[in-house]
């Protein structure tokens, strides 16, 4: 009976300390208990593609652990069934793997096996070569054909190589894959609960429904994630991603506690604005296009065009944050001394100017670095928080049909060329002539062609 009592009593101290917490603590910890579900699942069904262990098929050799050249001269079998090529190739991948007084070189994916290369005398002055010959003659006859000196190196893998080699070969085990799973999910999952932990102790009034909201749309990136590449041979973007979510979590929890109505920080939304069209000018004169594209993306090794939307975001939160009751309550009565009807409702030009130019002259921005995208974006944002701030949706009805307008015009005129040809792929999906044009296509039958399982 004792026994009984006492089970009973520590059950009715979990039920209560479970009642005690929020509905919002509760829906965190079921959206975490979901995501640890969802993690297992994906793993379980990624790992059991690898069935080498239970198939009969021989396990694959791992490139990061090999202390012996003649290790990979069944993998590279595969791709150089000439044993005089295999020996060639395999001493050349051991002398790429672990070059002497270097230290070992540690793939992250099988790709990096692209990277090696061939001397063109060492090829010459190995005797029975026969593809490795034959793909030196290849090489040196497109440079004659081009104009160009004859190849010093070649690539010792060519297009179709790697796929044919890469079911054989690996860059971690199965073990390490399972523990990279482990440990990022469990880091995931801490910082979210740390968060709600600390509103609870700081006496925060964080809203975490959203942030269930938000652990769950991590969750399921996480599960992308893990599910999409191969565990043994391509690179592990899990451990980034947690980190960058580990990141983002601290600074958001930092941020939280910030008691927003007194912060002295509220006077300068200008700051975000003028941080926003500094990166965009730095991208203006030094950013790059992807591939063969004239657009400004690429500052050197980063795209700011993510940072900027932010900023831009900031700038028009704290504006109207600041403002909104001299946009509603305040409106213009004359217009060059005539004074307007008491049914049109304008707000005062001097508290619509500021935020009026900030928006234009990153949309002028944004034109010149031919990326449209962040423009659309930052038009809607700006005339949806306008119509928030104005208790009204009229004006910035308008200037919605006015965008429309302007994008049409913009068409007709042929003012932009990416966006006539992304307005001729939606008016046609199907005409694949359409540079890009594809991708629609593309995704319309990935569409049609889905399933389950």
Known sequence: MGLTYTSGRDLQRRRDRWASLSLGEQLLVLTSIVTMLAIALAYSGRIRAEAWGTSGAPAPVNLNVIDKTEQLEAPLAAVFPYPADRKFAAQVVASFLMPSGDGRQVLPNIGGLSKIQVRADAINQQRGLVI???????????????????????PLFIAGDLATLKPLVSVRTIGEFRSSVLWSAIAMLIAFQLISLAWRWRGTSGDR???????????????MILSRPDPLRDTLLL???????????????????????RAAFRELSYVPLVCALGLSVLLLVFGTGPGTSNAKVNLWIVQPIEAIRLLLALFLAGYFARRWELLRQTRTETVRNRRLPGWINLPRFDHVLPVAAGVAAALVLFFFQKDLGPALLLSVMFLSLFAIARGGAWLASAGFAGLVAGFGIGFVLNISNTLAARLQMWQSPWDNAVSGGDQVAQGMWGLAAGAIG
């Open 209 to 223: 429904i959203l942030l269930a909201a938000v652990h769950l749309l991590v969750g399921i990136g996480f599960v």
């Open 132 to 154: 490795l010959r034959e793909r030196l003659e290849a090489a040196r006859l497109a440079a004659a054909d081009a104009h160009r000196p004859p190849p010093i190196t070649v």
């Open 239 to 261: 451990v980034r991603y947690t980190q960058g979510v580990v990141i983002g979590l601290a600074l958001f929890g930092a941020v939280s506690m910030i008691d927003l109505e």
